[in-house]
Structures are given as structure tokens and as C-alpha cells.
């Protein structure tokens, strides 16, 4: 890869960029902070900063021949991605990239009651964010075939490492659901998030999709207790799932109310990683005591 484009070059980007940029890769990061981006640049990065809210803020995008990742977060409320469209829009008319990576999650598979999810799963999103994700992969994969570009979808679980544990919600002691009645839930540590990124785009596969876990999932009740223990905090107290309904946030509870396990088998096999912190116990230590 020669070249790459990161949209939403935050947590996740910065470490893609530089990955790429070590294995001889020309970055350029958009980012919608002009403070974030005055960093990449001092590092050396070619940036972008801008809005994807609004259309006519957009830029000619240099997305010729470049490994697009594509890591911007769905705007809030409705179930349609505006800021992916808007990009979408903006890249048509320029120049095709060479492939696109779009950073998914897994909320696109609903409640399944603590099963197993695998691509081959019904996308069923029960939340407004999950169904917005979905929208962003239509909107991405339309594109592709439209334009004859390539493309990955990574359905990606939760994402922890540095600056990434739940520190507020343990200092301040949220309730977290009773152990008994936490389902599994899914994490992946950021630093392999980013190297099965760039195994997605330098790989031959296209128009796939990818769950991407540690493959190790437990509930959140539980990865509570460990961040807790980790950084030598008191755990949290915990509530039935009736009480849950009246003491968490909305979306804390839409967190806690869906269990799912996801498969990461075909990320694995096809891809060819190998993760460095493949459970917590590994990805905890590498995390540090920064919130």
C-alpha cells in the first residue's frame, strides 16, 4: 500500500497512520478537530480537517489509487449515516480509491440472547446506532459495486487499550448488571484492531465481511470487575436487570441488554493475524492506568 486515506483519524486511525507510514505508506488523516489534526501534522502526517455534517464544508478528497479506511463514528439520532453519504458524495467525484476498509460493529446483529453471531447472521439491528451502521455498509458496498472498488466491512466489537477503560464509570460507581444476568459480550484491544485493519487492505479478499473480536467473550459485568481489580479500584455494585432499567442511561442499558457472541473465526483464517492480546488478561496490563 503507497498510499492511504484515513477518515476519522482518531483512536483507532492515529495508529493505523502510524503503522502505514512505518512500512513506507504516504497517510493522509482527515479529521474533524483542528487541534487533533495540528498533531498529525507535527508528526509529520498530511492532513484534512473538516466536518462531514455539512456537505459544502467537504474538500476535493486525494482518494485516488489510496487503501481507504473509513473510521467516522454515525452522527446521533436517526437510522440513516449522514456524514458516510456525505463522503460517499464527495469521493464519487473524485477519483476512485483502490479499496475501501469501513470500520462496522457488531450492534448490526441485534439481540440474539446471548448466541452465536457469524457474517452469515441475520443483520437485524434493534438500536438506531446499529442501524445506522447498517446504512453506512449498504451505502459503502453500493459504491463499490457501482464504481467497480473493492470493499471490507469489519463488524468490530468493543474496543479497549490505552485511554479506554471504563475509569469514570468505576470511580464513580455505576451500577453494573448482576453477574448472573450479564450476557457475553465481545472486546478487541485497539493495537490489534489497528493491525487487522491493515491486514484487510494489504489482503487480495473483497466485497467481505469480518467480525472482528478476540474471540474470548465474556460479560460486561465481568470486564468491569477486571478493569476494576486492574486498577486497584472498588468494583462496582450491581443491579437486577428490572432496577437496570430504571438507574442506567439509555444507552448504557442498550449496552447491558444485548448479549451476543461473536465469531471471529473467518477474521483468523482469512486474514492471517495473530493477536497479541487475545483476552483481557494479556490486553489489560498493555492498557495503562490512563481513562
Do not use: W
Amino acid at each position: 500500500m503507497n498510499k492511504i486515506f484515513i477518515a476519522g483519524c482518531g483512536y483507532v486511525g492515529s495508529r493505523i497512520a502510524r503503522l502505514a507510514r512505518d512500512s513506507g505508506s504516504d497517510v493522509t488523516c482527515m479529521i474533524r478537530s483542528q487541534e487533533t489534526a495540528s498533531k498529525l501534522s507535527i508528526d509529520g502526517f498530511s492532513t484534512i480537517s473538516c466536518s462531514l455534517d455539512n456537505p459544502a464544508e467537504l474538500p476535493s478528497l486525494n482518494t485516488a489509487c489510496a487503501a481507504l479506511f473509513y473510521l467516522v463514528p454515525p452522527p446521533g439520532g436517526g437510522i440513516v449515516d449522514t456524514r458516510a453519504r456525505n463522503f460517499i458524495s464527495a469521493m464519487t467525484a473524485a477519483a476512485k480509491p483502490e479499496k475501501i476498509i469501513y470500520m462496522s460493529a457488531t450492534s448490526v446483529y441485534g439481540e440474539v440472547s446471548g448466541g452465536v453471531v457469524t457474517e452469515e447472521s441475520p443483520a437485524v439491528p434493534a438500536s438506531a446506532m446499529g442501524k445506522r451502521r447498517l446504512d453506512a455498509e449498504s451505502a459503502f458496498l453500493q459504491y463499490g459495486k457501482t464504481h467497480d472498488v473493492p470493499v471490507v466491512i469489519l463488524r468490530v466489537s468493543g474496543i479497549y487499550g490505552p485511554g479506554r477503560l471504563p475509569l469514570m464509570q468505576i470511580s464513580q460507581g455505576q451500577p453494573l448488571l448482576r453477574e448472573e444476568e450479564s450476557g457475553p459480550s465481545n472486546r478487541i484491544h485497539v493495537d490489534d484492531l489497528a493491525t487487522i485493519c491493515l491486514a484487510a487492505a494489504e489482503s487480495d479478499i473483497a466485497d467481505e465481511i469480518f467480525n472482528v473480536s478476540d474471540g474470548h467473550p465474556s460479560s460486561m459485568t465481568s470486564y468491569f470487575n477486571a478493569c476494576a481489580d486492574f486498577l486497584e479500584m472498588p468494583r462496582q455494585p450491581q443491579v437486577s436487570l428490572e432496577e437496570a432499567r430504571k438507574v442506567m442511561s439509555p444507552l448504557m442499558f442498550s449496552y447491558v441488554n444485548e448479549s451476543r457472541i461473536v465469531s471471529n473465526s473467518r477474521m483468523m483464517e482469512c486474514l492471517n493475524v495473530r493477536l497479541t492480546y487475545p483476552t483481557i488478561r494479556e490486553g489489560l496490563p498493555a492498557s495503562g492506568r490512563i481513562a
